[in-house]
């Protein structure tokens, strides 16, 4: 124990005798730990893992391609969506329209979006609620009215409600119709980003369309589920036109996350290859960093080898000092990745990512991140006291000697290290210029209008406006219908 304490004393004095060196080995492993895991995170809470609901990787939606390529949605009618839940692909298939109400019995009314919702969409969807229950099936039977009962989500319970607790079991009054309070949904359950769901009247209405979620059987493939649902479709086609383009169509289902995947996806993994080779970067300049400092120390290994420092003792100082390198960098590093991360969620766009997704840091990615680098500090730290180690105490000691303990061998070390790094800079280099192209090509791209001085006001209506569904291609917020744009 006292060597340990004595071995970490010496550490730090050699460490504050050389600022330069050890900030710039600090700085260098701190900003690739950082960088990496706080992207990764990012990476795998939006693309990889977004959605809290069950069998997420089997939720479809289903979209219609015109001769053009163009993608749209469609509607269908309550029976339309029974003859889906029946196909021999489809596991089972819920049904939600958005309409926007307004709370009222107060002294002033509120604006919210609502989700009416098929009884099984919560037992489809599968996430247990924050407070109460969720809604159930004899909530809303078939051809009858449904229960006057709603469930709140969980942002608009805080801000409502002011999270209280006790309002399972109260009422709300929305266009002069009492609600009873059943539940408040989880934090992560966001569907739709409406602040209320309340259980819809199913009939036989032709009119009325709704957005049709599915769930694949397992092992069924999108190609196959294409193939069995598109003559469903042209059927529905025939027997409510006004829901389907006059065009001929066909079906192509997509990933609950495909939208964003193809949104975010090509730009946040080439963001994560330019943070891994920054990584990669920093751990070859601690190498370098190491490798000459110890070259630098080669003549003080030596008196000390010659005054009955045994091989063992000079490895635990060295090992000591790399280790104590590595780690502050690993912790700067950490505390860095918790800090970027949340400049990186601030930064993003909205509606450019699932509201499902629990961005947080990944622990895998952190711990593997911190032991490349400390193992890179460790691995280099020793190198020159693995050398020195055998070294012929005559050379060494000689005045003024230049000689690299391994002579051939540590050269060729180095002159790989350096080279490898120099690789990875220009890689990192063109990969940073070739995001700041399309980054201005995106920035500069002519919107057809003057966007100055120009504000958005959205009017919306409880009557027969609403909202397009989840079958729509994700482009926007559609809080309200229509929108009027008026100058600032």
Same mark, same amino acid.
């Given at each position: 124990?006292?060597?340990?304490?004595?071995?970490?004393?010496?550490?730090?004095?050699?460490?504050?005798?050389?600022?330069?060196?050890?900030?710039?080995?600090?700085?260098?492993?701190?900003?690739?730990?950082?960088?990496?895991?706080?992207?990764?995170?990012?990476?795998?809470?939006?693309?990889?893992?977004?959605?809290?609901?069950?069998?997420?990787?089997?939720? +479809?939606?289903?979209?219609? &391609?015109?001769?053009?390529?163009?993608?749209?949605?469609?509607?269908?009618?309550?029976?339309?969506?029974?003859?889906?839940?029946?196909?021999?692909?489809?596991?089972?298939?819920?049904?939600?329209?958005?309409?926007?109400?307004?709370?009222?019995?107060?002294?002033?009314?509120?604006?919210?979006?609502?989700?009416?919702?098929?009884?099984?969409?919560?037992?489809?969807?599968?996430?247990?609620?924050?407070?109460?229950?969720?809604?159930?099936?004899?909530?809303?039977?078939?051809?009858?009215?449904?229960?006057?009962?709603?469930?709140?989500?969980? !942002?608009?319970?805080?801000?409502?409600?002011?999270?209280?607790?006790?309002?399972?079991?109260?009422?709300?009054?929305?266009?002069?119709?009492?609600?009873?309070?059943?539940?408040?949904?989880?934090?992560?359950?966001?569907?739709?980003?409406?602040?209320?769901?309340?259980?819809?009247?199913?009939?036989?209405?032709?009119?009325?369309?709704?957005?049709?979620?599915?769930?694949?059987?397992?092992?069924?493939?999108?190609?196959?589920?294409?193939?069995?649902?598109?003559?469903?479709?042209?059927?529905?086609?025939?027997?409510?036109?006004?829901?389907?383009?006059? !065009?001929?169509?066909?079906?192509?289902?997509?990933?609950?996350?495909?939208?964003?995947?193809?949104?975010?996806?090509?730009?946040?993994?080439?963001?994560?290859?330019? +943070?891994?080779?920054?990584?990669? &970067?920093?751990?070859?300049?601690?190498?370098?960093?190491?490798?000459?400092?110890?070259?630098?120390?080669?003549?003080?290994?030596?008196?000390?080898?010659?005054?009955?420092?045994?091989?063992?003792?000079?490895?635990?100082?060295?090992?000591?000092?790399?280790?104590?390198?590595?780690?502050?960098?690993?912790?700067?590093?950490?505390?860095?990745?918790?800090?970027?991360?949340? !400049?990186?969620?601030?930064?993003?766009?909205?509606?450019?990512?699932?509201?499902?997704?629990?961005?947080?840091?990944?622990?895998?990615?952190?711990?593997?991140?911190?032991? +490349?680098?400390?193992?890179?500090? +460790?691995?280099?730290?020793?190198?020159?006291?693995?050398? &020195?180690?055998?070294?012929?105490?005559?050379?060494?000691?000689?005045?003024?000697?230049?000689? &690299?303990?391994?002579?051939?061998?540590?050269?060729?070390?180095?002159?790989?290290?350096?080279?490898?790094?120099?690789?990875?800079?220009?890689?990192?280099?063109?990969?940073?210029?070739?995001?700041?192209?399309?980054?201005?090509?995106?920035?500069?791209?002519?919107?057809?209008?003057?966007?100055?001085?120009?504000?958005?006001?959205?009017?919306?209506?409880?009557?027969?406006?609403?909202?397009?569904?989840?079958?729509?291609?994700?482009?926007?917020?559609?809080?309200?219908?229509?929108?009027?744009?008026?100058?600032?």
């Amino acid at each position: 124990m006292h060597s340990i304490l004595q071995d970490l004393r010496y550490a730090l004095r050699q460490l504050r005798k050389s600022p330069g060196f050890t900030a710039t080995a600090i700085l260098s492993l701190a900003l690739g730990i950082g960088a990496t895991t706080a992207v990764f995170s990012v990476i795998y809470g939006i693309l990889l893992d977004p959605y809290p609901y069950a069998n997420p990787d089997r939720m +479809v939606h289903m979209r219609l &391609i015109d001769p053009e390529g163009h993608e749209r949605g469609f509607g269908t009618t309550a029976s339309q969506w029974q003859q889906i839940r029946k196909s021999p692909v489809v596991e089972d298939a819920f049904i939600t329209n958005e309409w926007n109400l307004t709370v009222t019995g107060h002294d002033y009314p509120e604006d919210v979006s609502a989700d009416l919702v098929s009884s099984n969409t919560f037992n489809f969807l599968g996430v247990p609620p924050a407070l109460g229950r969720n809604m159930q099936p004899s909530d809303a039977i078939d051809g009858q009215d449904p229960q006057p009962v709603v469930e709140l989500s969980y !942002k608009f319970w805080q801000r409502h409600f002011l999270s209280d607790p006790s309002v399972i079991g109260k009422t709300l009054q929305m266009v002069r119709k009492n609600y009873t309070i059943i539940g408040v949904a989880s934090p992560r359950f966001t569907w739709d980003d409406t602040d209320v769901y309340t259980p819809q009247k199913i009939t036989a209405d032709p009119i009325l369309g709704y957005y049709c979620g599915i769930r694949l059987k397992p092992g069924v493939t999108h190609d196959q589920a294409n193939a069995a649902l598109q003559p469903i479709l042209e059927q529905f086609a025939k027997e409510t036109p006004k829901h389907f383009p006059k !065009k001929s169509f066909r079906l192509r289902v997509i990933g609950l996350n495909d939208d964003f995947l193809k949104q975010l996806g090509p730009a946040l993994s080439l963001l994560f290859a330019a +943070v891994a080779l920054l990584l990669a &970067i920093g751990c070859g300049n601690v190498s370098i960093l190491l490798l000459a400092r110890g070259t630098a120390r080669q003549q003080e290994f030596a008196v000390r080898a010659a005054i009955g420092a045994g091989r063992r003792r000079l490895i635990a100082q060295l090992l000591t000092e790399s280790l104590l390198l590595s780690l502050t960098g690993a912790a700067l590093g950490v505390g860095l990745a918790y800090a970027t991360l949340a !400049k990186i969620i601030a930064l993003l766009p909205t509606y450019s990512f699932p509201h499902e997704a629990a961005i947080h840091i990944n622990v895998p990615v952190l711990a593997f991140s911190v032991a +490349v680098a400390i193992l890179t500090g +460790v691995l280099f730290g020793l190198w020159p006291a693995l050398q &020195i180690s055998r070294p012929e105490l005559s050379q060494n000691l000689q005045s003024g000697t230049r000689k &690299i303990a391994g002579a051939v061998r540590g050269k060729r070390a180095l002159a790989l290290l350096i080279g490898g790094q120099i690789t990875l800079t220009l890689l990192l280099l063109s990969g940073a210029g070739a995001a700041l192209q399309g980054f201005l090509r995106l920035a500069n791209v002519p919107l057809g209008y003057d966007p100055h001085n120009i504000m958005s006001v959205g009017i919306p209506f409880t009557t027969t406006l609403t909202k397009p569904g989840r079958n729509e291609p994700i482009t926007s917020n559609n809080s309200a219908l229509p929108s009027l744009q008026f100058p600032a």
